[in-house]
């Protein structure tokens, strides 16, 4: 019984309550989401995007998929997400409409609860981390 339990939690994660995110000394972003991602390595305070972005994720993010990025299985591992366009699209997208299956949250629509510079901080630490193993 505890088994079919712990199953049921661990296939829906949607009850992540999001932390807020201090984003002072980023260049602020606005209310309209840009198509990419403004904290590239060529950003003047690239640095402090990946120590905000590697903050918000071990806070928001962790907990489904996984520290340092490191996916356990049960939400997809971020460190295989595409680099620049493409993977910002679908980075994009995820966190503005987050993803139900079955009248079940998977991922929250996090850009309801976290800004634009923290969403995007968080993408710059995830390029940090990408993989093709």
């Not at 984003?23 to 989401?33: A, I, P």
């Not at 299956?101 to 630490?125: C, F, H, N």
């Amino acid at each position: 019984m505890l088994a079919a339990v712990l199953s049921g939690q661990a296939m829906a994660h949607g009850d992540v309550t999001p932390q807020s995110v201090d984003v002072t000394g980023l260049k602020m972003l606005g209310e309209e989401w840009l198509e990419t991602n403004p904290y590239t390595p060529d950003y003047e305070n690239y640095e402090l995007a990946v120590t905000i972005g590697t903050s918000a994720y071990t806070q928001n993010c962790a907990r489904c998929h996984g520290l340092d990025a490191i996916s356990g299985g049960i939400a997809p591992d971020l460190r295989y997400l595409e680099p620049g366009i493409e993977g910002d699209e679908w980075f994009k997208y995820r966190v503005i409409n987050g993803a139900v299956r079955d009248g079940r949250v998977y991922m929250p629509k996090m850009a309801e609860t976290l800004s634009q510079e923290a969403l995007w901080a968080i993408r710059a630490y995830l390029e940090t981390r990408a993989t093709d193993e």
